[in-house]
């Protein structure tokens, strides 16, 4: 597998609170890029952070690359109620990409 | 807002019997993938389609054929349905088959009773 066993999480927290989530993975890729899959929808991208970038920010998101850990991590900052979701960290694959077991976010206000 | 449109959104259907789900994506992109998700959220890549070259993942079973008649559209066909393929499978695209942002469709839950 592509993944560290320490992807998989539940995290429930309340509105207004940051959250961090974390991946490894095993295999060099050029880029991680970083999902959010609401209830009833496909996976949207959030963050794209490449192998020669440390951090990246977009809004209340912030994405981490440490290459030579082979790790990422995305906060989010003052967690609001629509940021309930699975997020899902993702790396190159032969053709596409391949994803990380996910981490199941539920924000309670 | 969607620009990868999946058909049908769910379906039940008996084991044995043959299935197919359609995918359109209108961004122009040149490679299309389905990915299957189960319950556990596992999102795992099945096939994967640019210019008329298909990859597939060794792990998928036989019955499960992807078939295209353009760029812009990649169908899934299972012929005889087992129990384990009740699942969400996820049609994508993107403008180039590697590290590029996938775009997803809303998925197609099949259930296999």
């Known amino acids: 597998s592509q993944w560290g066993e320490e992807n998989l999480q539940a995290l429930s927290i309340q509105e207004g609170e940051d959250v961090t989530m974390n991946c490894s993975y095993k295999t060099y890729t050029t880029v991680v890029q970083w999902y959010r899959q609401k209830s009833g929808k496909g996976p949207a991208q959030l963050i794209l952070i490449r192998s020669n970038e440390r951090e990246k920010r977009s809004g209340r998101l912030r994405a981490t690359l440490d290459t030579s850990s082979q790790s990422s991590s995305l906060s989010i900052t003052g967690t609001l109620a629509t940021d309930t979701a699975v997020y899902f960290c993702a790396t190159n694959y032969a053709q596409g990409l391949t994803f990380g077991l996910g981490t199941r976010v539920s924000v309670f206000p | 807002e969607t620009a990868v449109f999946q058909t049908p959104n769910y379906h039940v259907t008996q084991v044995g019997n043959e299935v197919s789900f359609n995918c359109k994506q209108t961004l122009g992109h040149d490679t299309m993938y389905w990915y299957k998700q189960d319950s556990k959220k596992l999102l795992k890549i099945m096939f994967s389609?640019?210019?008329?070259?298909?990859?597939v993942n060794e792990t998928v079973p036989r019955r499960f054929s992807p078939q295209s008649s353009d760029k812009a559209h990649l169908n899934l066909r299972i012929k005889s349905v087992e129990p384990e393929d009740s699942a969400v499978y996820l049609c994508a695209s993107s403008y180039q088959p590697s590290g590029n942002t996938l775009y997803f469709g809303e998925g197609s839950r099949l259930i296999v009773v």
């Open positions: 389609y640019n210019n008329k070259q298909l990859i």
